[in-house]
Protein backbone atom coordinates (compact mmCIF):
# COMPACT_ATOMS: atom_id res chain seq x y z
CA UNK A 1 0.00 0.00 0.00
CA UNK A 2 0.93 3.44 -0.90
CA UNK A 3 1.92 5.62 2.16
CA UNK A 4 -0.13 8.22 2.92
CA UNK A 5 0.81 12.39 3.40
CA UNK A 6 -2.14 15.10 4.64
CA UNK A 7 -1.09 18.21 3.38
CA UNK A 8 -3.00 20.82 5.63
CA UNK A 9 -2.22 24.88 3.98
CA UNK A 10 -4.78 27.16 3.37
CA UNK A 11 -2.63 28.42 -0.22
CA UNK A 12 -4.73 26.51 -2.90
CA UNK A 13 -2.29 26.93 -5.30
CA UNK A 14 0.43 25.47 -3.14
CA UNK A 15 -1.57 22.61 -1.78
CA UNK A 16 -2.33 21.88 -5.48
CA UNK A 17 1.13 21.90 -6.73
CA UNK A 18 2.43 19.58 -3.01
CA UNK A 19 -0.38 17.39 -4.02
CA UNK A 20 0.56 16.84 -7.71
CA UNK A 21 4.25 16.33 -6.96
CA UNK A 22 3.69 13.93 -3.33
CA UNK A 23 1.10 11.41 -6.13
CA UNK A 24 4.02 11.74 -8.80
CA UNK A 25 6.04 10.92 -5.87
CA UNK A 26 3.95 7.47 -5.19
CA UNK A 27 1.67 8.90 -2.14
CA UNK A 28 -1.87 9.17 -1.13
CA UNK A 29 -3.08 12.73 -0.47
CA UNK A 30 -5.50 14.20 1.21
CA UNK A 31 -5.62 18.02 1.94
CA UNK A 32 -7.24 20.35 4.36
CA UNK A 33 -7.25 24.39 4.31
CA UNK A 34 -7.54 24.83 7.93
CA UNK A 35 -6.06 23.74 11.10
CA UNK A 36 -9.32 22.24 11.90
CA UNK A 37 -10.03 20.00 8.64
CA UNK A 38 -6.58 18.38 8.90
CA UNK A 39 -7.51 17.28 12.25
CA UNK A 40 -11.10 16.12 11.23
CA UNK A 41 -9.29 14.12 8.05
CA UNK A 42 -6.56 13.00 10.33
CA UNK A 43 -8.57 11.72 13.16
CA UNK A 44 -11.23 10.11 10.62
CA UNK A 45 -7.81 8.88 8.64
CA UNK A 46 -4.50 9.02 9.96
CA UNK A 47 -1.67 9.55 7.47
CA UNK A 48 2.00 8.47 7.73
CA UNK A 49 3.31 12.38 7.65
CA UNK A 50 1.30 15.80 7.76
CA UNK A 51 2.56 18.73 6.02
CA UNK A 52 0.89 21.60 8.21
CA UNK A 53 1.09 25.06 7.34
CA UNK A 54 1.41 27.66 10.54
CA UNK A 55 -0.16 30.58 8.95
CA UNK A 56 -3.66 29.80 8.70
CA UNK A 57 -7.57 31.18 9.71
CA UNK A 58 -9.72 29.58 11.93
CA UNK A 59 -7.09 26.96 13.71
CA UNK A 60 -3.70 27.77 12.93
CA UNK A 61 -0.71 25.19 12.43
CA UNK A 62 0.82 25.55 16.25
CA UNK A 63 -2.39 24.75 17.75
CA UNK A 64 -3.24 22.02 15.28
CA UNK A 65 0.19 20.67 15.87
CA UNK A 66 -0.35 20.70 19.95
CA UNK A 67 -3.83 18.61 19.11
CA UNK A 68 -2.53 16.19 16.76
CA UNK A 69 0.24 14.94 18.92
CA UNK A 70 -2.10 15.20 22.35
CA UNK A 71 -4.28 12.42 20.23
CA UNK A 72 -1.45 10.88 18.17
CA UNK A 73 1.68 10.74 19.86
CA UNK A 74 3.66 9.16 17.05
CA UNK A 75 2.07 11.84 14.15
CA UNK A 76 5.04 12.79 11.82
CA UNK A 77 4.40 16.48 11.55
CA UNK A 78 6.55 18.53 9.39
CA UNK A 79 5.93 22.19 9.56
CA UNK A 80 5.65 24.94 6.80
CA UNK A 81 6.01 28.81 6.89
CA UNK A 82 7.09 31.88 5.67
CA UNK A 83 5.44 34.37 7.80
CA UNK A 84 8.03 34.37 10.21
CA UNK A 85 10.22 35.90 7.90
CA UNK A 86 7.63 38.44 6.75
CA UNK A 87 6.26 39.70 10.23
CA UNK A 88 9.32 39.76 12.35
CA UNK A 89 8.62 37.81 14.99
CA UNK A 90 9.39 34.78 16.97
CA UNK A 91 10.14 31.87 14.69
CA UNK A 92 7.02 29.84 14.30
CA UNK A 93 9.22 26.90 12.57
CA UNK A 94 10.84 26.78 16.27
CA UNK A 95 7.81 26.77 18.04
CA UNK A 96 6.66 24.16 16.21
CA UNK A 97 9.18 21.64 16.48
CA UNK A 98 8.92 22.39 20.61
CA UNK A 99 5.66 21.53 20.24
CA UNK A 100 6.13 18.07 18.14
CA UNK A 101 7.05 18.63 14.49
CA UNK A 102 9.91 16.58 13.45
CA UNK A 103 10.71 18.53 10.52
CA UNK A 104 10.30 21.78 9.10
CA UNK A 105 10.83 23.83 5.93
CA UNK A 106 10.59 27.84 4.86
CA UNK A 107 8.71 28.65 2.20
CA UNK A 108 9.53 28.95 -0.73
CA UNK A 109 11.20 25.20 -0.49
CA UNK A 110 11.61 23.11 -3.56
CA UNK A 111 9.60 20.45 -4.31
CA UNK A 112 12.74 18.40 -3.74
CA UNK A 113 13.15 19.50 -0.54
CA UNK A 114 9.67 18.67 0.16
CA UNK A 115 9.76 14.79 -0.74
CA UNK A 116 13.22 14.00 1.24
CA UNK A 117 11.72 15.46 4.05
CA UNK A 118 8.31 13.11 3.39
CA UNK A 119 10.88 10.06 2.22
CA UNK A 120 12.82 10.61 5.93
CA UNK A 121 9.73 10.50 8.04
CA UNK A 122 8.31 7.59 6.34
CA UNK A 123 11.87 5.57 6.99
CA UNK A 124 11.67 6.87 10.17
CA UNK A 125 15.17 9.14 10.15
CA UNK A 126 15.64 11.26 12.80
CA UNK A 127 14.36 14.32 12.26
CA UNK A 128 15.74 17.96 12.89
CA UNK A 129 13.60 18.49 16.33
CA UNK A 130 14.77 16.31 19.41
CA UNK A 131 11.99 14.79 21.13
CA UNK A 132 10.02 17.48 22.73
CA UNK A 133 11.04 18.41 26.34
CA UNK A 134 8.85 16.77 28.94
Not at 9 to 35: F, I, K, N, P
Not at 39 to 47: D, I, N
Not at 77 to 101: E, H, Q, R, S, Y
Not at 102 to 124: D, I
Request: proline content about 6%; cysteine-free; charged content about 30%.
Amino acid sequence: MMPSVLIVDDDDQLRQLLRATMEQAGYQVREGRTGREGLLSYRSKPADVVIMDILMPDQDGLEAIMELRKEFPDAKIIAITGGAVKMNVPDFLDVAKLMGAQRSLYKPFSMTEVVAAVEAEVKGEPGEAGKPAG
